[in-house]
C-alpha cells in the first residue's frame, strides 16, 4: 500500500502571492488533513476533510481554503501569503475517526 | 483550550541510558494521547497510543501510561539507541483518533544520542 504522497517538496513564493499544495491519501482513507509546522514548533490543525466537504477547523483565517477529490486526495490553498506563512506543511490522511494518521513529509513553503 | 505541555530540548543522552520525556495535557471531555516521532526531513509516524486512562501503550521499546489522576502520559525507554534521535511529539484528540478538531501537539522534545 502506498503512503501519503504530497507536491512540491519545497517552494518559495513572494508575499501576496498565493500558493497550492497537494497531497495524496494512503489508498483505502477517506478522510484528510492539514497541519502547518511552524520552524522548532509542533505541527497546528488547519482543517480536515471528510467526503469532500470541510468538518473541522482550526485556527486559521480563511485565506487558508481546502478541497478533497472524489478519490480522496487533496489541496491546500492559501492567498494573500505573508511571510508567517513560512512553514512546513503536513498532509495525514485516515479513516473516520480511526487512531491511524499517516502523515506525508510535507511541503516546506518559504515566503520572501 | 485544549494543550498539551512537554519538555523543552534538546534532551542528550548516552546510549543505553534511561530516556523519560515528560508530557502534561489540559483537555475538555476525555482525550486520546499520542506519541509521534519525526526523524529528520520526515513526516510524523505514530510511536505509540492510549485510548483511556490506565493504558499503556507501547511500540519499539518505548511505553507510556495514561494518568487520568496526573494529566499525564509521560514517555519511556529504558535503553536508548543512535537511531532514537528524533524529535518528539505528545498530542491528544478529544474526538476518536483525530476528529474533527484535529489532532493538538507539543511543542516537541529534540532527542540526542550520543555513541
Known amino acids: 500500500e502506498t503512503g501519503v504522497t504530497q507536491s512540491p517538496t519545497h517552494l518559495i513564493k513572494t508575499r501576496g502571492q498565493q500558493v497550492t499544495l497537494r497531497c495524496s491519501s494512503q489508498?483505502?482513507?477517506?478522510?484528510v488533513s492539514w497541519y502547518q509546522q511552524a520552524l522548532g514548533q509542533g505541527p497546528q490543525f488547519i482543517f480536515q476533510?471528510?467526503?469532500?466537504?470541510?468538518?473541522g477547523r482550526g485556527n486559521f483565517p480563511p485565506r487558508f481554503s481546502g478541497l478533497q477529490f472524489p478519490n480522496y486526495s487533496s489541496e491546500l490553498n492559501v492567498n494573500a501569503l505573508e511571510l508567517d506563512d513560512s512553514a512546513l506543511y503536513l498532509c495525514?490522511?485516515?479513516?473516520?475517526?480511526?487512531?491511524?494518521?499517516?502523515f506525508g513529509s510535507g511541503t516546506r513553503l518559504t515566503v520572501v | 483550550g485544549d494543550s498539551v505541555t512537554q519538555m523543552e530540548g534538546p534532551v542528550t543522552l548516552s546510549e543505553e541510558a534511561f530516556l523519560t520525556i515528560n508530557c502534561t495535557y489540559t483537555?475538555?471531555?476525555?482525550?486520546?494521547l499520542f506519541w509521534y516521532v519525526q526523524y529528520p526531513g520526515e513526516g510524523l509516524q505514530l510511536l505509540l497510543k492510549?485510548?483511556?486512562?490506565?493504558d499503556k501503550g507501547s511500540n519499539k521499546g518505548f511505553e507510556a501510561t495514561y494518568r487520568k489522576e496526573t494529566t499525564s502520559f509521560h514517555l519511556e525507554k529504558g535503553s536508548v539507541q543512535v537511531s532514537d534521535s528524533a524529535v518528539y511529539f505528545c498530542?491528544?484528540?478529544?474526538?476518536?483518533?483525530?476528529?474533527?478538531?484535529?489532532?493538538?501537539f507539543g511543542k516537541g522534545t529534540h532527542l540526542i544520542i550520543q555513541p
Open positions: 498530542a491528544l484528540s478529544v474526538r476518536g483518533g483525530g476528529g474533527a478538531d484535529g489532532l493538538t
Open positions: 483537555a475538555t471531555g476525555y482525550p486520546s
Open positions: 492510549a485510548t483511556k486512562a490506565d
Open positions: 495525514a490522511s485516515s479513516l473516520r475517526d480511526s487512531y491511524g494518521y499517516t
Open positions: 476533510y471528510y467526503r469532500e466537504e470541510e468538518n
Open positions: 489508498s483505502g482513507h477517506n478522510t
